[in-house]
Nanobody, 128 residues
Framework: QVPLVESGGGSVQAGGSLRLACATP?????????LAWFRQRPGKQREGVAA????????FYADSVKGRFTISLNRRRNTLYLEMNNLKPEDTASYTC????????????????????WGQGTQVTVSS
């Protein structure tokens, strides 16, 4: 099991911002991996919200977060970030980072099927 460790969750009011971080193994920066953030809202299935393919550093977003969330990889720190702005109560969820070898690239990057390694999750709560 490859360790992925998230941090940065917390509680914020609607309209606020949070930045999540996920410590990743160094090999993910050196090789062609897909890295992503997923979330699971109360009573909902897990959904992909943002992904990046390290081979070309392109990014993909769910429609619900486009223009508000930004995924980025700091190769020097081996850390994947999710910058979340203009947060809404419906963004309340447990957020998890994931990594995989992109076997379906460029398809299914926001789907569970593309990922083999998962973090433990960090809670984000947005109050109205």
């Amino acid at each position: 099991q490859v360790p992925l460790v998230e941090s940065g969750g917390g509680s914020v009011q609607a309209g606020g911002s949070l930045r999540l971080a996920c410590a990743t193994p160094a090999e993910y920066s050196a090789r062609r991996y897909c890295l992503a953030w997923f979330r699971q809202r109360p009573g909902k299935q897990r959904e992909g919200v943002a992904a990046t393919y390290t081979g070309v550093d392109n990014t993909f977003y769910a429609d619900s977060v486009k223009g508000r969330f930004t995924i980025s990889l700091n190769r020097r720190r081996n850390t994947l970030y999710l910058e979340m702005n203009n947060l809404k109560p419906e963004d309340t969820a447990s957020y998890t980072c994931a990594a995989g070898k992109c076997q379906y690239y460029p398809n299914f990057l926001l789907s569970d099927v593309s990922y083999d390694y998962w973090g433990q999750g960090t809670q984000v709560t947005v109050s109205s």
